[in-house]
């Protein structure tokens, strides 16, 4: 007899259906596996045999033969399992075709029949949304994240005798059983961050570059000596953020879907990531691979903030990584079974101190020679410094400052002015594949940023001047515009280009030339 069951496969954080087809006859009792299939789903024949014989389910010895097609795409991961065990029990004869008809499986099994949960659930049941596949049987832990692909029915089972079971009474009545996918449970409440603006004494410019980087979602860099303040206001970064619309939510839940960590990412499903990986990660941790490339740090902050502390100490290899996700917003990896992508629309935030002792520019204090400092600052370098559209020196609090109560506005005032001025950005790039200054390409700058003639004076002549490169002179420009949309203002003008130039000429007094 014949049977087949639908199933999927994540590819990047997009899915494909597969089909699971069993054929059983007479002859030599055997049991074939075939469709390019990696080593894990070819072991899955001894815990899919296993896992019927102690489901209580006795099958007499004939010859099997399992194929998983499209037959050119390479079959990866356990969450197999479960279809292909009820294949096998549908091309038996102890469960009827009709049964399994519309409906996508995934899960691993056990040897004692118990379904154990799988990655990349979601991704799989919005691919069979959209091949109008109204049902999806997943283990129960893995059901509130099939439940956010809205219109589906969510069947979650525990074992494989189970499954058997529930199919047979949802065939007869399919209104008593299963979930209804409305991503219940999710609210507009956001996490709460780390730390208010509020909170942080003094340090005026800093929450200023930290409010111009959150507006247009500029990459920031902050140079100072430890215990400045540089984490606590990385870490207040995500109480300026605007929460996440529903479709970008979606898209990050499928990327920690994928990854293994929906758990993680469900408490704050509308609030902007945060990841602040420590400085030994290795390059695909940061950016992602694997046999099976799953998303890295890189990608797990997608639309939100990716913050690298103590910068000098990530290896040189793995920052350099960075530069072309953070122009193109996504990350590629190239592997001999195909091509993965991944996003990675990011706020790059990193903070690093000027020196090994970290008191660099003041020779009171700081022991380190000019060889020293100046190896210390060429780990960075140049093409990733220039992809900083803000840098910004956090000098030393001083005790006074610490004696006062805080005076600075809340993270809730800066978030509205930061939401207005957004508004602003959306307006004008409506119907263009752009959401924010920051992503203004250079062919489109003379129609999003137009300037005051003094204002355009000013900029070219500081081409010159600081030695700016070609990216270096567009940044200024869009962090121009974005001061400006701070204001309110229709036209950048000269004060807003003054302010833009700071933020990239405070390294003079450190690398002595322009970023």
Same mark, same amino acid.
């Not at 019927?52 to 399992?66: E, F």
């Not at 005798?161 to 449970?185: M, N, P, R, S």
């Not at 567009?474 to 515009?481: N, S």
């Given at each position: 007899m014949y049977s087949i069951v639908s199933t999927a496969i994540v590819c990047g954080i997009q899915s494909l259906l597969i089909q699971v087809e069993a054929d059983v006859c007479e002859g030599m009792p055997s049991f074939e596996m075939v +469709?390019?299939?990696?080593?894990?789903?070819?072991?899955a024949k001894e815990r899919v045999k296993a896992?019927?014989?102690?489901? +209580?389910?006795?099958?007499? $010895?004939?010859? !099997?033969?399992?194929?998983?097609?499209?037959?050119?795409?390479?079959?990866? +991961?356990?969450?197999?399992?479960?279809?292909?065990?009820?294949? !096998?029990?549908?091309?038996y004869g102890e469960i009827p075709q009709a049964y399994l008809d519309g409906i996508l499986f995934a899960g691993e099994l056990s040897l004692n029949g118990e379904i154990l949960p799988t990655a990349g659930i979601l991704p799989m049941a919005l691919a069979a949304r959209e091949a109008e596949k109204d049902v999806v049987c997943v283990p129960r832990e893995n059901a509130r994240e099939?439940?956010?692909?809205?219109?589906?029915?969510?069947?979650?089972?525990?074992?494989?005798?189970?499954?058997?079971?529930?199919?047979?009474?949802?065939?007869?009545?399919?209104?008593?059983?299963?979930?209804?996918?409305?991503?219940? /449970?999710y609210s507009r409440k956001e996490q709460q961050a780390a730390c208010d603006f509020a909170d942080i004494h003094g340090q005026k410019m800093l929450k200023r570059a930290c409010e111009v980087a959150a507006c247009g979602r500029h990459n920031l860099l902050m140079l100072g000596m430890p215990g400045s303040g540089k984490t606590m206001a990385a870490q207040a970064l995500t109480s300026i953020l605007p929460p996440l619309s529903e479709e970008e939510a979606l898209e990050i839940a499928k990327i920690y879907s994928v990854s293994g960590r929906?758990?993680?990412?469900?408490?704050?499903?509308?609030?902007?990531?945060?990841?602040? $990986?420590h400085h030994t990660i290795t390059v695909s941790g940061l950016v992602g691979g694997g046999v099976v490339p799953k998303p890295g740090e890189i990608s797990l902050a997608h639309k939100g903030v990716l913050f690298l502390d103590e910068l000098t100490e990530f290896q040189k290899g793995a920052l350099e990584t960075l530069r072309q996700p953070l122009e193109e917003g996504a990350i590629r990896l190239v592997r001999s079974s195909g091509?993965?992508?991944?996003?990675?629309?990011? =706020?790059?935030?990193?903070? =690093?101190n000027p020196c090994n002792c970290g008191y660099f520019p003041d020779r009171n204090k700081c022991t380190c020679t000019s060889a020293m400092i100046r190896r210390h600052l060429h780990k960075i370098s140049r093409p990733l410094l220039d992809r900083m559209d803000l840098c910004v020196e956090v000098k030393r609090i001083k005790a006074l400052d610490l004696a006062r109560k805080p005076e600075g506005e809340s993270s809730s005032e800066i978030r509205e002015r930061i939401q207005a001025a957004q508004r602003i950005q959306q307006a004008r790039f409506a119907g263009a594949r752009i959401s924010y200054n920051s992503q203004i390409p250079a062919s489109g700058a003379k129609d999003?940023?137009? =300037?005051? $003639?003094?204002?355009?004076?000013?900029?070219?002549?500081s081409f010159d001047r600081l030695e700016l490169t070609?990216? /270096?002179?567009?940044?200024?420009?869009?962090?121009?515009?974005t001061i400006a949309d701070l204001e309110g203002a229709g036209r950048i003008a000269r004060r807003h280009i003054l302010e833009s130039i700071q933020y990239r000429s405070i390294d003079r007094n450190v690398w002595g030339v322009a970023i």
């Open positions: +469709g390019a299939l990696s080593s894990e789903v070819r072991e896992a019927i014989r102690n489901s +209580g389910i006795r099958l007499a $010895p004939k010859r !099997v033969t399992v194929s998983l097609h499209p037959a050119d795409i390479r079959k990866a +991961g356990t969450g197999f399992d479960l279809p292909i065990a009820l294949s !096998v029990l549908a091309a099939a439940q956010i692909a809205k219109g589906m029915k969510i069947l979650p089972a525990d074992s494989l005798d189970q499954v058997v079971a529930l199919l047979g009474q949802f065939h007869k009545d399919k209104t008593a059983y299963g979930w209804e996918g409305q991503a219940k /449970g929906f758990a993680q990412r469900e408490p704050c499903f509308l609030s902007r990531p945060f990841q602040s $990986p091509t993965y992508v991944f996003p990675a629309d990011i =706020m790059l935030v990193a903070a =690093m999003y940023c137009p =300037m005051e $003639p003094d204002a355009k004076a000013l900029l070219q002549a070609v990216r /270096g002179y567009y940044r200024i420009l869009k962090v121009a515009r």
